[in-house]
């Protein structure tokens, strides 16, 4: 099955900072998913995207999906504590096709006051 | 609309026991997604149960089987139950299907503990 590599692992900013996490694939994707993990939580689904080269914006949020299809991004500026938890990127098990999602192992996003 | 629930919310178990875990999908989704959650291994699929039949399986043993009713609630089963099966156990549920193009709701999870 597929495979994404998420970077970093964990992530120390301040209040304010901003915060990146990175998801790269060997091959093109048809499209990634990104989920947010309050602690204690449960994935709750953030975005999705499909098109070579997208940028969506939500709020302080900025994801990027790359020319090749083969990385994405996700940009936080100004971290809030109210961003602490794991992002993950997903992606299907197989071209978009009902085989279920591979997850990144997470970026926690720990943030000091 | 109510969202995805999960019963129960943590059990604990001995080696060599088995378990049932149960997920009620928001209403009128058909897909049911498990996945195991752990600390070393992240969020792994398991299977998805669509319209009462086993869409697809990840890479797990058998002693994790499932289910579907015709109401769409799903069951979860592990058996010979190990030390390593610890982890949180989180369905998800969609419209369409566990894939990419959908969004997968979650529900809070089953934490089992084998003790």
């Known amino acids: 099955g597929q495979q994404v590599m998420q970077i970093p692992q964990y992530q120390h900013v301040q209040e304010g900072e901003d915060f990146t996490t990175y998801c790269n694939s060997s091959?093109?994707?048809?499209?990634i998913q990104w989920y947010k993990q309050r602690p204690g939580g449960h994935p709750v689904f953030l975005i999705q995207?499909?098109?070579?080269?997208e940028v969506k914006k939500q709020k302080r949020l900025t994801f990027q999906f790359g020319e090749a299809k083969k990385n994405s991004s996700l940009h936080i500026t100004a971290t809030q504590t109210t961003d602490v938890g794991t992002y993950f990127c997903?992606?299907?098990?197989?071209?978009?096709?009902?085989?279920?999602?591979?997850f990144g192992k997470g970026t926690h996003l720990i943030i000091q006051p | 609309k109510a969202g995805v629930t999960q019963t129960p919310r943590y059990l604990i178990k001995t080696r060599g026991q088995q378990v049932t875990l149960s997920c009620s999908p928001i209403?009128?989704?058909?897909?049911v997604s498990w996945y195991q959650q752990t600390p070393g291994q992240g969020l792994q699929f398991l299977f998805e149960?669509?319209?009462?039949?086993?869409?697809n399986k990840g890479n797990f043993p058998g002693r994790f089987s499932g289910r579907q009713f015709s109401n769409s609630r799903s069951e979860m089963n592990v058996s010979t139950l190990e030390l390593g099966d610890s982890a949180l156990y989180l369905c998800?549920?969609?419209?369409?299907?566990?894939?990419?193009?959908?969004?997968?709701?979650f529900g809070p999870g089953t934490r089992l503990t084998v003790l």
């Open positions: 995207l499909v098109k070579s080269g």
């Open positions: 209403s009128g989704h058909r897909s």
């Open positions: 091959t093109t994707l048809s499209n």
């Open positions: 998800a549920s969609s419209f369409l299907g566990a894939n990419s193009y959908n969004e997968q709701f």
């Open positions: 997903a992606i299907g098990n197989s071209g978009g096709g009902a085989d279920g999602l591979t």
């Open positions: 149960y669509f319209s009462e039949t086993q869409r």
